[in-house]
């Protein structure tokens, strides 16, 4: 008999003491109790709303897996049907090929750089507005440049063939603008080394005299 007493009045005391607190919070709360109730509608508002977009998303990511867990067979027959891409022509190697001089006309290039350097380091061995020193400044920026450019931009294909006019190919017309750089700069230097033996003549020729009256 106890044994059921005692649960019943446990019960009593609890449904007793919720019924007292919600008594004093309403109490407490006195006329703002609905705002309560309506914080707490909004609130089991938003979280419903929350647990429903979760579901939503869920069920997207199985479409997903769905879709992408389609049997082969479907997606080579899916490919089957979209048109073929048209086939490419090939290119052609030789167009890709960067022109480049000979190697006879390389060796001649380099040999007329080299002549152009040395004439340079005697720069003020040449008179004042030297027309000598300045062809061979003007070959080194201009000259040599755009003769060899005007090679190279001819088709690689044509190199060999005769151009209008003397018959000569781009190669023979090439090597012949060459040989006529190089023999100027080989006149230059001649002209130079003219110039120093005349100055080394009058300077001989001037000693002679000076010492020739020391003497009588």
Do not use: C
């Amino acid at each position: 008999m106890w044994l059921l007493i005692v649960p019943l009045i446990i019960v009593l005391v609890v449904v007793l003491s919720v019924g007292t607190l919600t008594a004093a919070l309403f109490g407490a709360l006195g006329g703002n109790w609905p705002w309560l109730l309506i914080a707490a509608g909004v609130w089991m508002f938003w979280h419903e709303d929350g647990r429903h977009r979760n579901r939503r998303r869920q069920q997207q990511a199985w479409r997903t897996i769905a879709v992408s867990s389609k049997p082969r067979q479907d997606r080579k027959a899916e490919s089957a049907k979209r048109p073929e891409p048209a086939p490419q022509e090939p290119v052609k190697i030789d167009s890709l090929r960067k022109p480049e001089l000979p190697i006879d006309m390389q060796v001649k290039v380099e040999q007329i750089r080299r002549k152009v350097e040395v004439l340079l380091t005697y720069a003020d061995r040449f008179p004042p507005f030297s027309k000598d020193l300045y062809l061979v400044r003007q070959t080194a920026s201009e000259y040599l440049p755009r003769t060899i450019n005007a090679y190279l931009a001819l088709p690689p294909q044509s190199a060999e063939r005769p151009l209008a006019g003397d018959g000569k190919t781009p190669r023979q017309e090439l090597k012949a603008q060459l040989d006529l750089l190089d023999a100027k700069l080989d006149e230059i230097a001649q002209d130079l080394q003219r110039q120093d033996v005349d100055r080394l003549l009058a300077n001989r020729q001037f000693l002679e005299e000076r010492f020739g009256k020391a003497s009588a």
